[in-house]
């Protein structure tokens, strides 16, 4: 199990600095920002947790959500272009190895792929077993989904298709993952004005309390979980049977005293006729 320090949290939000990379609009909208900004603050805190040698990041170039992962080998590719972007891809198709990542990071990629399944299916290939895979949603049935659904962001954002996060865990359960943490994150009014968000801080904090039905995205953490299976070889040498259940050739030890028995009782019987 895994326990987020909301304080950590808080403190990462409020230091975060400005993008790097150009945004896309939905990115560049204030509601936007502060989404980001509760979103890579909670990947900088899971991934700081997962070991291995090769940590992957799908989307978001504007973020590096593996900054503070302890993974050596780091790699990051994109679904669109975008400035500085080494690697661009289909998420249907990663061109990666089978077995050889320890840790995926997804922010709202199933949102925008064609075939959400098939993406899945992907991350679950490349994965080692007992690799990590870090997703994050817009809820559908919140706030800011209602608004991301009716309004001008399915415009702005890259929201093709909103999932919920209990059809994820059936998805991922299908496929061999164990999810072992999920929650919801931004429970403030999604408001497009940074200072009437700033002054939501409070929902945020009695969002922890609301067992996550106020938040307006979620997030999924899951292992890819792999049973180990030995093959048990037939030892031919070896009887199949013991030996007192085998039937042998010839007569039981049994039978032959039992035949004796006979004899003996024949020989008794022509011994008393010849008396008579």
Same mark, same amino acid.
């Given at each position: 199990?895994?326990?987020?320090?909301?304080?950590? &949290?808080?403190? =990462?939000?409020?230091?975060?600095?400005?993008?790097?990379?150009?945004?896309?609009?939905?990115?560049?909208?204030?509601?936007?920002?502060?989404? +980001?900004?509760?979103?890579? +603050?909670?990947?900088?805190?899971?991934?700081?947790?997962?070991?291995?040698?090769?940590?992957?990041? /799908?989307?978001?170039?504007?973020?590096?959500? &593996?900054?503070?992962?302890? /993974?050596?080998?780091?790699?990051?590719?994109? %679904?669109?272009?975008?400035?500085?972007?080494?690697?661009?891809?289909?998420?249907?198709?990663?061109?990666?190895?089978?077995?050889?990542?320890?840790? $995926?990071?997804?922010?709202?990629?199933?949102?925008?792929?064609?075939?959400?399944?098939?993406?899945?299916?992907?991350?679950?290939?490349?994965?080692?077993?007992?690799?990590?895979?870090?997703?994050?949603?817009? +809820?559908?049935?919140?706030?800011?989904?209602?608004?991301?659904?009716?309004?001008?962001?399915?415009?702005?954002?890259?929201?093709?298709?909103?999932?919920?996060?209990?059809?994820?865990?059936?998805?991922?359960?299908?496929?061999?993952?164990?999810?072992?943490?999920?929650?919801?994150?931004?429970?403030?009014?999604?408001? =497009?004005?940074?200072?009437? %968000?700033?002054?939501?801080?409070?929902?945020?904090?009695?969002?922890?309390?609301?067992?996550?039905?106020?938040?307006? $995205?979620?997030? &999924?953490?899951?292992?890819?979980?792999?049973? =180990?299976?030995?093959?048990?070889?037939?030892?031919?040498?070896?009887?199949?049977?013991?030996?007192?259940?085998?039937?042998?050739?010839?007569?039981?030890? /049994?039978?032959?005293?039992?035949?004796?028995?006979?004899?003996?009782?024949?020989?008794?019987?022509?011994?008393?006729? =010849?008396?008579?």
């Amino acid at each position: 199990m895994i326990y987020y320090d909301w304080q950590t &949290l808080e403190s =990462n939000v409020s230091s975060s600095q400005p993008d790097k990379f150009q945004s896309s609009p939905f990115e560049t909208m204030a509601l936007g920002q502060y989404i +980001a900004q509760y979103e890579a +603050a909670m990947y900088a805190q899971t991934v700081a947790d997962v070991f291995g040698f090769h940590a992957l990041q /799908i989307g978001w170039p504007a973020h590096d959500l &593996l900054e503070h992962s302890r /993974i050596p080998y780091k790699h990051s590719i994109q %679904l669109a272009t975008a400035p500085h972007v080494s690697l661009l891809c289909e998420s249907e198709y990663l061109p990666f190895a089978e077995q050889s990542i320890d840790l $995926v990071c997804m922010p709202h990629v199933l949102e925008q792929c064609a075939d959400a399944q098939q993406t899945l299916r992907e991350v679950f290939r490349v994965l080692l077993p007992e690799g990590t895979v870090i997703l994050t949603g817009v +809820a559908p049935m919140s706030g800011l989904g209602l608004r991301v659904r009716l309004g001008h962001l399915k415009k702005e954002g890259p929201f093709r298709r909103l999932l919920t996060a209990w059809r994820l865990r059936d998805w991922l359960n299908v496929l061999g993952f164990e999810v072992v943490h999920s929650g919801r994150l931004v429970h403030a009014f999604p408001v =497009n004005d940074m200072d009437w %968000l700033a002054k939501q801080s409070w929902l945020e904090r009695w969002g922890q309390h609301s067992c996550g039905m106020t938040g307006g $995205v979620y997030f &999924l953490i899951a292992k890819k979980r792999v049973l =180990n299976v030995r093959l048990l070889k037939p030892e031919w040498k070896k009887l199949p049977l013991n030996h007192a259940l085998q039937v042998r050739k010839g007569r039981s030890t /049994i039978q032959k005293q039992g035949q004796k028995q006979l004899e003996c009782a024949d020989v008794d019987s022509t011994m008393d006729r =010849n008396v008579r």
